[in-house]
């Protein structure tokens, strides 16, 4: 099985213990690439670091909207410097977007800095990870406007209707372990709407553990059960899924 954990989180504190184990448990699970995603500028350095000492790691640097309000033009700097330190390293900018349920951070705030995280994507030319809480109509119309094509929408939950706008705009989906839950059948139906090219699977480590881990921390090697739960919605065997969603990220954040 060659799979890609197309969103992972082995910079946070959870993996500080036992990083280097959980990297062989994914690997005898079939994972065989990962993208270490950035929420923070502190969380972003850490991943360029796992991605400049792990041949199979790729970082993504930006703010999550939790981090809003530490988002300045010196983190700013910071993270473009990263960036063209590090080109063959860094593949995507993000995780950024918008998530008016979870965060106290006003709307204006979490706007302004979305958007001038899109123009660093923009600029870097980088692929955006969005993160994206029940606003897809809202993300939308922005990346619209903005003119970006080149993305994925991380951990997507929402509808046949906005999965399909995101895929015409060029976008990709992001799928991890909500979709695999016993109460996830209306999204696995959504999903199956979906073209295959435009899948990609993540774990979102620590967190989101699929059915049957849940309520343990999520790590990569989880991802052959989102794999195998998942491939029947698509008709096609676990390895020819895991093959062609690790297609799909490959092509997305140009890993070799």
Known sequence: MNLTD??????????SDDCDAVLERACLAGVRNFVVVGCDLATS???????V????????????PDAALDWNSESKSQLYSLARSHPDKVIAWGEAGLDFLRTDFPEEIQRRVFDE???AAIELDLPLIVHCRDLYGDIL????????SHGVLHCFTGSAEEALRAVNQGLIIGVGGIATFKKSETLRQTLKQVPIEKIILETDCPYLSPEGKRGRRNEPSFLSITAQ????TFGLSVDDF??????NAKRLFKIP
């Not at 000492?53 to 999550?64: C, K, L, M, Q, R």
């Not at 739960?229 to 029947?232: E, Q, W």
């Open 229 to 232: 739960i998942l491939a029947p």
């Open 141 to 148: 119309d922005l990346l619209e406007r903005r003119g970006v």
């Open 53 to 64: 000492h792990n041949e199979n790691i790729h970082a993504s640097i930006g703010f999550h």
């Open 6 to 15: 197309s969103h992972c989180h082995l910079n946070a504190a959870e993996f």
């Open 45 to 51: 350095i850490q991943a360029v670091k796992l991605a």
């Open 117 to 119: 995280q899109i123009q």
């Open 242 to 247: 895991a093959q062609v969603t690790t297609d």
